[in-house]
């Protein structure tokens, strides 16, 4: 917990220092999830840094969520209502069920890379893998491009109906992200639009999104 409470004091102190109203994103594991101090923590690390609240998003998993769904709602609610943002990473990997995320206080929904790695053209073809057919299937990726569309198309709609946003992870190619914008996902992360980077390094420049949003 002492080490995510550096991370999270860190990522808010690069962020402050950074030009516009840029927002930070920080992962949380289930063990800091599951600590009760978990909102005094996020607290003083906006205060000691100055951060506004709504720069920050915490991501969090299904799992560290459904090993005490009460607790969990109850301390989310809490860093929600003075204006943390809420994102749930991985979404669609997990077992939680319709029910329990109605409750969750989530701002956005992170569509898990495994269904974006399906959405390939016809020039880019899975490679063989578990559920993905023998290697004579010449059929199994262009179901596996299906299934996948059907999924996140499932997941947009989803979001829509709660109030959510959605952010596709993993895009690696043009054809992904272009099929994901069609789908309806609001933003996308992943080496088609950049490469992990030190603080610091110069920006990476972005490929033409028109009007969508890349986080």
């Avoid at 998003?57 to 204006?83: N, P, Y």
């Avoid at 890379?113 to 290697?135: C, D, I, N, Q, W």
């Amino acid at each position: 917990v002492r080490l995510g409470m550096w991370a999270l004091v860190q990522a808010c102190t690069d962020a402050v220092a950074a030009p516009g109203d840029l927002t930070v994103s920080v992962n949380v594991s289930p063990r800091q999830l599951a600590d009760a101090r978990i909102v005094d923590v996020v607290e003083e690390a906006l205060a000691l840094t100055g951060l506004p609240p709504h720069r920050l998003c915490l991501e969090i998993t299904e799992g560290a969520v459904m090993s005490d769904i009460d607790a969990a709602v109850v301390r989310l609610g809490t860093l929600r209502a003075q204006g943390v943002r809420i994102a749930l990473d991985d979404f669609g990997t997990g077992w939680s069920s319709l029910g329990h995320l109605q409750r969750l206080p989530v701002d956005r929904l992170k569509v898990d890379r495994s269904f974006v790695e399906a959405l390939r053209g016809e020039t880019e073809p899975l490679l063989p893998g578990p559920g993905r057919g023998a290697p004579w299937d010449r059929d199994a990726p262009a179901r596996d491009r299906d299934g996948a569309a059907a999924v996140v198309s499932a997941i947009v709609a989803l979001a829509r109906g709660l109030g959510m946003r959605v952010t596709a992870e993993g895009v690696e190619t043009a054809e992904q992200f272009r099929y994901l914008r069609e789908l309806g996902c609001d933003d996308a992360q992943g080496f088609h639009l950049g490469r992990p980077a030190p603080w610091g390094a110069p920006q990476v420049v972005l490929p033409d999104t028109g009007d969508q949003v890349v986080s």
